[in-house]
């Protein structure tokens, strides 16, 4: 049997997801390297911390992009144990860096102290860096709402929430920083910059710890309630006449939202476009019995010298 998924093309709704995302990841890589450089050059704690923050929370957005791109071609098998399961594991990797970071950032601020005054180009640098970078936070923030809005998924969700947080924690970078680079009393520069140093560890705390909170239940797999099953299984039933095998089920629970990835074969010799019709209905179907699901559908071609089809049972 062929083991290579049939792909499907995405709508224009999910593609409005993807340029929403993606957008956010350029705009925050177009930043990345002078703000890095300002930061280090001018010695600012609150300027690395949101370099910390802002690099770390950018290795999640890149993952979610790529996972929705898998999710919404049909590419979802190579996740063995759903497609949020890998995403998650880095938001609990990424949430444990930040906490780490904010220790770092928090423990500088109150030993060593903020930076000195800066002048000239270093201090008209620093301004336009932490400007621009509260810019680059709030802009993706609408395309994001505008997303979720027409129904998105959890993933276009949780980068709305994150550029949320980021914008609310650059102000205060933008404020300390400028307070920084045009006072002339170096005692004042190096109170404003620790300031800023401890409100950016203080979110990054916030949203470290948020984002550890919101990956354990996600990464411990717990079995769907037998009601919830029973509606999953109803909706395969609804479609016994439509596909050629039911090849597999996955089921999980994460707090409300019950994610189902179902494996169901077709013969070779039906066209692509019979395949995403019945996909899309039973998506559909799924998530009208269902409203918190997180279904994915993947089909695989079949014939009938193929095993026999999976017994119609979910797993955890």
Not at 140 to 151: D, E, Q
Request: aromatic share 6%.
């Amino acid at each position: 049997m062929s083991s290579s998924p049939l792909s499907r093309t995405p709508n224009e709704a999910e593609r409005r997801e993807e340029r929403a995302i993606l957008i956010a990841i350029l705009l925050d890589l177009s930043l990345a390297v002078p703000y890095t450089v300002t930061a280090l050059i001018i010695g600012s704690l609150s300027m690395l911390s949101d370099v910390l923050r802002g690099s770390l929370l950018l290795v999640v957005a890149i993952v979610s992009w790529q996972t929705l791109r898998e999710l919404h071609r049909g590419k979802v098998a190579s996740y063995e144990y759903g497609i949020g399961k890998l995403e998650r594991g880095i938001g609990l990797l990424v949430g444990a860096l930040l906490i780490f970071a904010a220790g770092f950032i928090a423990y500088q601020a109150l030993t060593a102290g903020g930076g000195e005054p800066k002048t000239g180009f270093w201090a008209v640098a620093a301004i336009v860096m932490v400007i621009y970078n509260f810019i680059v936070n709030v802009g993706p923030i609408i395309p994001l709402w505008r997303a979720t809005k027409a129904g998105g998924s959890m993933i276009v969700q949780a980068q709305l929430r994150a550029h949320i947080a980021k914008a609310v924690a650059s102000f205060p970078v933008v404020v300390c920083v400028i307070i920084d680079a045009l006072s002339s009393d170096p005692y004042v520069a190096r109170i404003a910059d620790s300031i800023g140093g401890i409100i950016g560890a203080a979110f990054m705390t916030l949203v470290g710890a948020q984002m550890v909170r919101q990956a354990l239940p996600d990464l411990l797999d717990r079995s769907l309630a037998e009601p919830v099953q029973m509606k999953v299984n109803r909706v395969l039933a609804a479609f016994f006449d439509e596909y050629d095998a039911l090849l597999g089920i996955r089921t999980r629970s994460s707090g409300n939202v019950a994610h189902v990835e179902i494996t169901v074969g077709f013969d070779p010799a039906r066209t692509m476009a019979e395949v995403s019709d019945v996909l899309a209905r039973m998506e559909a179907r799924l998530k009208t019995e269902i409203p918190d699901v997180d279904a994915v559908l993947i089909a695989r071609a079949h014939s009938e010298d193929d095993a026999a089809p999976a017994p119609l049972a979910a797993t955890a």
